[in-house]
C-alpha cells in the first residue's frame, strides 16, 4: 500500500513538473514528450531510491554480522552507480523537453 501511494505521489509530482515544461515557448512539437520525460524522471527516481535503500540495507546487515568488514568503498560505489543511472535518466529527459 505504501509503494502505491508513493507511486501516486510521484505520478502526480511529476504532472506538475510537465506543466512547467509546456510553459516553455516553442521547446518540443510533440506536446507528449514532456510528459513523457516527466514520467521518466519519476520511474528512475524511485527505482534509484528502491535501489539505494535495499543496499544500504545490505551493507548494515553484512556489517551488523561482521564489525570488521570493510564494506564503505563498496557501498558508495553502488551509491554512486546506482545515482549516475537517475542522472543519466535526467540528461535523456532534458533532451527530450529541449
Same mark, same amino acid.
Do not use: H
Given at each position: ?9 510521484? &505520478? ?27 514520467? &521518466? ?21 553484512? !556489517? ?12 558508495? !560505489?553502488?551509491? &554512486? ?7 543519466? &535518466? ?9
Amino acid at each position: 500500500m505504501r509503494f502505491v501511494c508513493n507511486l501516486l505521489w510521484v &505520478a502526480v509530482g511529476s504532472s506538475f513538473v510537465s506543466q512547467m515544461a509546456f510553459a516553455s515557448e516553442g521547446a518540443t512539437k510533440d506536446p507528449y514528450t514532456s510528459i513523457a520525460a516527466a514520467f &521518466a524522471i519519476g520511474i528512475a527516481v524511485v527505482g534509484g531510491a528502491m535501489g539505494q535503500s535495499k543496499a544500504a540495507a545490505s551493507a548494515l546487515d553484512g !556489517l551488523s554480522r561482521n564489525p570488521q568488514a570493510k564494506v564503505f568503498v563498496p557501498f558508495m !560505489l553502488s551509491i &554512486a552507480l546506482i545515482e549516475s543511472l537517475v542522472i543519466y &535518466a535526467f540528461v535523456i529527459a532534458y533532451k527530450l523537453i529541449s
